[in-house]
């Protein structure tokens, strides 16, 4: 069965960095897009980002877009979101999940996701 | 953007009663629209799909509806396992949520 495992999440400082790591298992990673959402405490849910398949693109929503990095290893069946400059509207829950089209080039909706990692970002 | 507006924000419905839950887009979608649910503590769970394909494992009481702009999920009759937050989602043009819809017992 799918498997979604993030892990990464923990307590920074505004303008610090953090990664997150989502690991896959139970289909074949290197077909699929993948994305990371979001949601902040007590509210909804907000896309974050999407990379293909095949990692050759990345598509971000404005309110990361040049401080968050997405990318995969296919080999190791592993996502990644690395985030700068990171702000006290970062915190939230960050769920990695999986898109519902094999061999997508864009994202459409998501089909299975992990349980999330707690980011918080606070002096 | 396309800004998805859900409504109301709450509901509670007695057990075994019908409850319906309301999406609009700001411009139309198309049938590219889902439904999650997500139930305190967990992640969210893909519910509806293509406006009104049950996804696997939903429950033939949940039925989506609409297109273009205006969307539907209705709960036929309410079980005590369908408290939860749902969420509509638009993949028409990149991805927005709606602000999502409490559902409670009452």
């Known amino acids: 069965q799918v498997q979604l495992v993030e892990s990464g999440g923990g307590v920074v400082q505004p303008g610090g960095s953090l990664r997150l790591s989502c690991a896959a298992s139970?289909?074949?990673?290197?077909?699929?897009?993948m994305h990371w959402v979001r949601q902040a405490p007590g509210r909804g849910l907000e896309w974050v980002a999407f990379i293909r398949y095949d990692g050759t693109n990345e598509y971000y929503a404005d309110s990361v877009k040049g401080r968050h990095t997405m990318s995969r290893d296919n080999l190791k069946k592993i996502l990644y979101v690395e985030m700068n400059s990171l702000r006290a509207e970062d915190t939230g829950i960050y769920y990695c999940?999986?898109?519902?089209?094999?061999?997508?080039?864009?994202?459409?909706?998501?089909?299975?996701w992990g349980q999330g990692t707690l980011v918080t970002v606070s002096s | 953007e396309i800004v998805m507006t859900q409504s109301p924000a709450a509901l509670s419905v007695s057990p075994g009663e019908r409850a319906t839950l309301s999406c609009r887009a700001s411009?139309?979608?198309?049938?590219?629209l889902v439904w999650y649910q997500q139930k305190p503590g967990q992640a969210p769970r893909l519910l509806v799909y293509?406006?009104?394909t049950r996804a696997t494992g939903t429950p033939p009481r949940f039925s989506g509806t609409g297109s273009g702009t205006e969307f539907t999920l209705t709960i036929s009759s309410l079980q005590s396992e369908d408290c939860a937050v749902y969420f509509c989602?638009?993949?028409?043009?990149?991805?927005?949520f709606g602000g999502g819809t409490k559902v409670e017992i009452k």
């Open positions: 293509g406006a009104s």
């Open positions: 139970g289909f074949d990673f290197s077909f699929y897009g």
């Open positions: 411009q139309s979608v198309g049938r590219n």
């Open positions: 989602q638009q993949y028409n043009d990149w991805i927005t």
């Open positions: 999940a999986k898109d519902l089209l094999r061999g997508g080039a864009y994202p459409s909706y998501l089909d299975f």
